[in-house]
């Protein structure tokens, strides 16, 4: 069994700060890619920025400059520094994993999604 777990989503005016966060935990025994997507309602979910295990971080066009992903191998963990948060911003952001177990199955997780609101 391996699993998502979200955190940091949140209200925020146009032009602040949030910090996602995205740990992995179960019978891990490798993780290829991490990272974090978005859905606005009636779109489809869009990739915002992943991580390889190698360390090479990709962003949505809309995005670079201002969203950081950053990860932490030992604990399994992504993170998304999001700043100068525009309204446009505003989704469901969503963490994804390509998870190797130690039973050598891969698996592509999705976590269950986190809030984030930019608005004045």
């Known amino acids: 069994q391996v699993q998502l777990e979200e955190s940091g989503g949140g209200l925020v005016q146009p032009g602040g700060s949030l910090r996602l966060s995205c740990v992995a935990s179960?019978?891990?025994?490798?993780?290829?890619?991490m990272g974090w997507y978005r859905r606005v309602p009636g779109n489809q979910r869009e990739l915002v920025a992943n991580l390889t295990s190698g360390g090479s971080p990709n962003y949505a066009e809309s995005v670079k400059g201002r969203f950081t992903i950053s990860g932490d191998n030992a604990k399994n963990t992504v993170y998304l520094q999001m700043n100068s948060l525009k309204p446009e911003d505003t989704a469901v952001y969503y963490c994804?994993?390509?998870?190797?177990?130690?039973?050598?199955?891969?698996?592509?997780?999705w976590g269950q999604g986190t809030q984030v609101t930019v608005s004045s």
């Open positions: 994804n994993a390509y998870i190797l177990t130690r039973s050598l199955n891969w698996f592509d997780l």
């Open positions: 179960g019978d891990i025994r490798d993780i290829s890619v």
